[in-house]
Each structure stands twice: as C-alpha cells, then as structure tokens.
C-alpha cells in the first residue's frame, strides 16, 4: 500500500510513500475440551470406577484464563475429582488436564456434567456430560447357616435338610462351584 501526500513544494508536489507489513489474525485464546463426553457404564455401588481424563487444551494465540471448572446436574456428588493440572492461566499451546471417577451410592442412571468457564471469548462455558450407573452387587444369604444331619450310623446314609441360596442383592450372582469338606 502508498500514501500519497500533496503539499505546496513547488519542487515535488506530490510525496509517495510505500508501508509494508503483515496481517496478523486477531490475537485470542481458543479453549478445546476433549474428549466431548464422559461415559463410565455400570459400575457397582459403593465402587470406584476408573479414573477419566478430559484434557482443556489453548489453542489460540493468547493466554487462556480458566476461571472455573465444577460439577454440576442431577448427581454431582456420585463422581469425584482426584487430579487436576489446571491452572488458573493456560499459555497459548498449551494444555492441563481434569481427571473424575464414578462411586455410585445408589442405582440406576446417574449423569451430571463439568463446566468449564474460561476467558474464549466465542465459548466461554462449555459442557461436558457425565454419565454412569449404579447397578447393585450380588449378596449371597443362606436360609441357615448350620444344617442338622442328626446321628448317622458309620457305613449309612441320612438325608439331610436342604439349604437355600438366595441372592438378596441387586445384580445377578453366579455360584462357580459346591463343595463339601471336613468329616
């Protein structure tokens, strides 16, 4: 580009000068959350699911200031947050990570969602969805826990009371193997 200037210099009237320079895009902190959800199945109550990971990365050219990251929903008290890397600014480039487990007290479905509130100025709260299920565990109970065979002559045989297996808890049990021991 030129800019021409007209002045009343009887020598040279008219001054060209050249600018040079290069556009540079708007200088701004773009926030990425990955992956887009968290989905921790059935994991049995009172059971610590594995941790899950969810990485807030600036790829834009300023810094990233993250102001806030909570659970929030239906059940945020079901999941937990044992690691965090992330500060309060991320530099341009550079990402920090956001780790939850599932301990579910109860069954069923169990969603909730982490927000993360930074300064990019085109998305400046964003949601990840959470979710997970209680589902029970299995309880073995005994209809008793001593069965009275009575007196048995050495070399005979006795029908014995039967016991049952019942399973009290919430989830399918499966029994691998019966086996008597002792005398």
Known sequence: ATVTFLTNDPNTPTQVVSLTGTGVGVVSPVATLSPSTLAFGNVNIGTTSAG????????????????SIFLSGANPGQYARPGDTCVSTLLAG?????????????SGALPASVTFTTSDPNNPSQVIPVS??????????????????????????????????TNTGTANMTVSAVSLTGA
């Open 52 to 67: 899950q990971t969810i990485t807030l990365t600036n790829n834009g050219n300023a810094s990233l200031t993250v102001s």
């Open 132 to 165: 997970g299920t209680g589902v029970g565990a299995p309880v073995a109970t005994f209809s008793t826990a001593l069965i009275p065979c009575g007196n048995v002559a050495v070399g005979s045989q006795q029908l014995c009371p039967s016991v049952t297996l």
């Open 94 to 106: 550079n990402s920090c990570t956001v780790t939850y487990t599932f301990t579910p007290l109860v």
